[in-house]
Nanobody
């Protein structure tokens, strides 16, 4: 299973970005998907997850501003970042795992080590 992110860049506070993650190597997109982020000197933290059926969870820090979605036909995961804040600055990673139960958990109970497959990341920088 291979994941490749794109769409990162620089944006001013209050602006928007759309991240994409193309997934290949396994048919039918039958896995739990998520977005994580890691700022310099900090641990990787969960941002949002989405199940095969489209049910999503969000961290409190992004709820109401970020939207996770998936297109199972295009085999692509998305993250819409709106009303960006400087504290959103980080490397953003998409992740996948074949454990469907992972996506039924509250994201606060999910660790990065729970996901088995990762992309290489895309940088998001938000200036004040």
């Amino acid at each position: 299973l291979q994941l490749k992110e794109s769409g990162g860049g620089s944006v001013e506070a209050g602006g928007s970005l759309k991240l994409s993650c193309v997934i290949s190597g396994w048919p039918r997109m039958r896995y739990c998907l998520g977005w994580f982020r890691q700022a310099p000197g900090k641990e990787r933290e969960g941002v949002a997850t989405i199940s095969l059926d489209g049910e999503s969870t969000y961290s409190d820090s992004v709820k109401g501003r970020f939207t996770i979605s998936r297109d199972n036909v295009k085999e692509t995961l998305y993250l819409d970042i709106n009303t960006a804040k400087p504290e959103d600055t980080a490397m953003y990673y998409c992740a996948a795992d074949f454990s469907f139960s992972l996506c039924s958990r509250n994201i606060a109970a999910i660790e990065a080590a729970d996901f088995g497959y990762w992309g290489q990341g895309t940088q998001v920088t938000v200036s004040s």
